[in-house]
């Protein structure tokens, strides 16, 4: 006979993937998206309901052919597991600040990386797209910038340390733990100073063998578009700006000036524009974009016996950008394995492999996008012969040929071994391997061109790196417990291996641009071979207490014991302990009484002390760089090539350290439909490792590493979750989690140097544009002040930047012109005139998930943003300079206009109420030197995600014979409420610098994150 039903948990909700099995069979099903089942079993049969962290029910079935379940929480073994450090621990338990997403959210969104699904779902936890590039780098901050070198945290998958996460498919994650405090991080001691990502991926689970098919397919879109001039208004542009007629008379265009005042038609100036509008792209941002593509095709087994259970999946995921050229493809595989060996011994292995390609745009100083906007809509497409004519966008796209191929094997095993009753031993090996090829051919004008000679040569490069790691983990675990009383102790070791290797060929010179020749060996002059090793291995002794007295009192203590290489013998080691205390004040007996309403209140404090070694690996070595003469003798001297120290190492470096103390409160509400997280935080790094600036003089190529600076972080996080039903069938779900943090810099060694950062070449801007200094946050902007526009002669000759002896027309400065603050009083503009103009790092970062059900239909909404960050908008210096190209399409009517006395001008619309200087050239006067005009407020709030799921009812599944199939539809990156001007407020770190925190927030015409929307279906067999 057939049996359907439904199983749900204590607050109504549906229980995807519990085991239904008829007693005493190897028969089994397990329940699907809504909680749904369906067996065949024989009559008088007994049918088992188990899942994990809920009491197993066993029902009689008695004839009936439909038996719908309730299971309730198993409260005596787990309430919820949480993955800790090497190892795992209930929810209620929890003493440190962990945040846990579900790996559904993860899995739900379109998108390549689980960083960026992660971005917004947990408080004290910034994530940043650097680029919005298919398979572009994202940047994590947990709690603050501690450090200004590599501040992103420690990634570990199923228990191993990892470099970072981007080749993870989000489908294989079943769940991602945040820790956030020194006191659940500091098991990980080294490395762990800026907070861990945990993540488990999927497992089988006992039963028959489920096949799931997941998969989606869509497009995207840039949410938005910056308007520029076309061909037309430039031409009437241009006139203005130079006084001149060239296609314009007095502001008409096309028209020429009569002697006796009139205007008539001109021919041929229309010509001119004419001719360009048959061999333009008419508007350079439409020519370099399009409508992007993506889509991700996934198949995962899944099942086993009691003994073995295994799951296997694989997944293809391509994009094609909004940017023509750029694409991203990856290609998964994962097998998870875990058997009993014998009642006491269990293995578990894993086994993934991942293949990328990538195919890149120019992005960062040389970005296309930024190119797009400001290249002159005059610039003609091809020459006379058909080939281009300049190196315009469309050219230098056809013209950039940037390929990344990375193919990486990850391979784990776990031992675990239970005895003597109350010790468990675990064995646990890793090993990847990664290896990376980049090419990249230069392209030059001319080369496929009849009788041209270039004026440059092609040139190919390939770069070849070899990433091999290796991790053995040796764990004892003592837990005992009675009525009262529970302990967990763990003691271990660990050691880690890590080498890269990589080779570098360029040469120059190919016979064609044809891809047959972009070899190296195609190429014939300027052979030039780099290559370098970079290892390092430490090991580390781990202790780790747990205590709980009456379920109510808890502790927690832990130590380890680091050993690097990367430091001398002498500073070799590192201990790094922390301890947290929590109280389960809602198990009190004074509590009591609240328990109608109180489901659970915890009072948390922890402290701990963390470590950091993420610097080169050859920081404290003196690097001898060949190339230099050296002669020998006195008088007629003989040269020969020499060698030379460029950068010192330093001996002397140690750990850079990150103290922290927390205090949270955690309540649930009304058997658990409310659940509130408050907590503050303050950390401080010291000894924190940088490069101090040294003299040029010295000649070197960068400052030696020291230890020489500390930074504060502190703030405030809450996280809010209501949940609910009404009626039968419907359901709702509300969250918001919030973030207050505050950086600064107190001190940065002997003498506190100032650290500048984000060197910008563009134009009148040829200046460093960050300054990192005590008392001031990491990275902040630093320029001069505007004070306006100089509106007539007078209020020049009143001001710091009047040259005295010059006439008015003799001037530099002009009405029109920015007037800058005289800040140090001398009555004169100079560098010393600058000053601090804000942050790149936001005051609040925040998440708002919503979620509404009706029976088998559920909507989502997730929008998440920041307030109080700065941006540093690059591309505003050309939109705004008609010396440099276009410019913003109503700058017309924005730009200040004087109508100034013997300027062919006057016949302009006049405009004196603006903060935008008259248009001009050049840029004599430096009104875009690096200021407070080109920073804007990077608040905003975005609808990251809208999904509308559809699961077919179990009635309709079983005529299929299918067990699950879903249906989505799903929108992301919707729309953005913001006030910035340019491509998208999310601004991460700029491409080159993701090593460091100095270049935080500029934004150079970043590639832009996309809108896209994508059709789901999810398919269970």
Not at 50 to 61: E, P
Not at 464 to 493: C, P, R, Y
Not at 653 to 669: C, Q, T
Not at 796 to 814: L, W
């Amino acid at each position: 006979m057939n049996i359907t039903g439904q199983v749900i948990d204590d607050t109504r909700e549906p229980l995807i993937g519990v085991t239904v099995k008829e007693k005493g069979t190897t028969n089994g099903t397990v329940t699907d998206f809504d909680g749904n089942y369906s067996i065949t079993v024989s009559a008088g049969s007994t049918l088992v309901f188990s899942y994990v962290g809920y009491q197993t029910q066993s029902l009689a079935v008695n004839g009936q052919r439909k038996v719908n379940v309730i299971l309730h929480s198993d409260t005596n073994t787990l309430d919820e597991l949480v993955v800790i450090g090497y190892g795992v621990q209930k929810k209620s338990d929890i003493t440190g600040s962990i945040s846990s997403i579900a790996g559904k959210d993860i899995n739900n969104t379109p998108v390549s990386s689980a960083l960026q699904a992660l971005q917004g779902r947990a408080a004290g936890v910034n994530i940043v797209q650097n680029s919005g590039a298919p398979g572009g780098g994202t940047t994590i901050k947990i709690r603050g910038t501690g450090t200004i070198n590599d501040a992103d945290p420690l990634y570990v998958v199923d228990g191993f340390i990892v470099d970072n996460i981007d080749y993870l498919n989000p489908n294989d994650i079943e769940n991602v733990e945040v820790f956030k405090d020194a006191a659940s991080s500091a098991v990980y001691g080294s490395r762990a100073a800026n907070g861990v990502v945990a993540i488990t991926t999927k497992r089988g689970k006992e039963g028959k063998v489920a096949i799931v098919y997941d998969g989606y397919m869509g497009v995207s879109n840039p949410w938005k578009k910056i308007d520029v001039m076309d061909a037309d208004n430039y031409a009437l542009m241009m006139d203005y700006v130079n006084g001149s007629s060239t296609y314009s008379a007095d502001g008409r265009l096309f028209m020429s000036k009569n002697g006796d005042g009139s205007y008539s038609y001109d021919p041929a100036k229309y010509a001119i524009l004419d001719t360009l509008h048959h061999n333009s792209a008419g508007n350079w941002w439409d020519a370099v974009t399009r409508t992007g593509l993506k889509m991700q095709h996934g198949v995962s087994v899944s099942g086993g016996s009691e003994k073995t259970q295994f799951l296997a999946s694989s997944s293809y995921y391509k994009e094609n950008g909004i940017v023509k050229t750029s694409d991203y493809n990856r290609f998964n595989s994962r097998l998870n394995i875990s058997t009993k060996l014998a009642a006491w011994l269990t293995m578990q292995g894993n086994m993934a492999y991942t293949n990328e390609r990538r195919n890149g745009v120019p992005e960062g100083s040389s970005g296309i996008l930024k190119q797009a906007l400001y290249e002159s809509p005059m610039e003609y497409l091809y020459n006379n012969v058909g080939y281009w004519y300049s190196a315009n966008p469309i050219a230098k796209l056809d013209q950039y040929n940037n390929q990344m191929r990375n193919d990486r094997l990850d391979l784990n095993l776990s031992l675990d071994a239970k005895f003597l009753k109350y010790f468990d031993y675990q064995f646990k090996a890793s090993y990847y391997t990664i290896r990376r090829v980049d090419d990249d051919y230069s392209e030059v004008f001319g080369l496929d061109e009849d009788f041209v000679m270039p004026t440059s040569l092609s040139t190919v490069y390939k770069k070849q790196g070899n990433t091999n790691k290796w991790e053995i983990n040796n764990l004892l675990t003592f837990m005992w417990q009675d009525k009262h009383h529970s302990i967990t102790v763990l003691a271990g070791q660990t050691a880690e291996g890590y080498k890269y290797s990589w080779q570098e060929g360029y040469r120059s010179g190919t016979p064609s641009n044809e891809e047959a020749f972009r070899y190296l060996s195609g190429a014939y002059t300027g052979d030039k071979a780099y290559g370098l090793d970079r290892e390092w291995t430490s090991i580390g002794y781990i202790g780790r207490v747990n205590y709980s007295l009456n379920d109510t009192y808890l502790l927690q203590a832990n130590v380890r014991a680091d050993g690097s290489s990367m430091f001398s013998k002498r500073n070799r080691w590192g201990v790094f302990p922390s301890v947290s205390l929590g109280w389960k004040f809602s198990n009190e007996a004074f509590m009591q009484s609240f328990k109608g309403w109180l489901s659970n209140a915890k009072l948390r404090v922890g402290w701990g002390l963390l470590g950091n070694n993420r610097i080169d690996e050859l920081s404290r070595y003196t690097y001898l760089t060949s190339g230099f003469n050296y002669p020998f003798g006195l008088g007629n001297s003989t040269v020969f090539e020499g060698a030379t120290a460029t950068v010192l190492g330093n001996d002397d470096i140690k750990w850079e350290k990150n103290e922290s103390w927390n205090v949270g409160l955690d309540i649930s509400l009304w058997n658990n439909r409310l659940m509130l997280t408050a907590e503050y935080f303050n950390r401080k790094t010291s000894d924190m490792l940088l490069r101090v600036p040294t003299v040029s003089s010295a000649g070197l190529d960068s400052s030696p590493m020291t230890n020489a600076g500390a930074v504060k972080n502190y703030g405030w996080e809450f996280d809010v979750k209501w949940r609910d039903n009404i009626a039968k069938d419907w359901r709702y779900e509300i969250g918001f989690n919030l973030s207050w943090i505050k950086n600064k810099v107190t001190s940065l060694g002997t003498g506190n140097e100032p650290i500048w950062g984000s060197y910008l070449s563009e134009g009148s801007i040829v200046d460093y544009v960050t300054k990192t200094a005590v008392g001031q946050p990491i990275g902040s902007f630093y320029g001069y002040v505007t004070d306006g526009i100089f509106q007539t002669f007078e209020e020049v000759k009143q001001s710091a930047q009047y040259e005295v002896g010059k006439n008015d027309f003799e001037q530099t400065t002009m009405p029109g012109d920015f007037r800058f603050k005289d800040l140090n009083g001398d009555n004169r503009i100079t560098a010393e005139d600058r000053t601090f103009l804000g942050s790149p790092l936001p005051d609040f970062v925040f998440g708002i998930p919503v979620s509404v059900g009706y029976k088998n239909l559920d909507l989502s909404i997730f929008m998440q943003g920041q307030t109080g960050n700065k941006i540093f908008n690059v591309t505003d210096y050309y939109l705004y300079n008609a010396a440099e190209g276009n410019v913003y399409a109503d700058i017309r009517s924005r730009h200040w206009s004087g109508q100034l006395e013997g300027q062919a001008r006057t016949f302009f619309p006049k405009n004196t109420n603006t903060n935008i200087p008259d248009l001009a050239n050049n840029d004599t006067p430096r009104n875009f030197r690096a200021s407070d005009f080109f920073i804007q407020d990077g608040d905003y709030l975005r609808v990251k995600q809208v999904q509308l799921t559809y699961n077919l009812p179990q009635s309709v599944l079983s005529r299929l014979k299918i067990n699950a199939l879903s249906l989505s539809l799903t929108a992301y990156n919707l729309f953005t409420i913001t006030g910035y001007d340019g491509f998208d407020p999310e601004v991460g770190k700029v491409s080159g610098t993701e090593t460091n925190n100095l270049s935080m927030g500029v934004d150079q015409g970043n590639y832009p994150q996309a809108r896209s929307f994508t059709f789901g279906v999810k398919l269970g067999l």
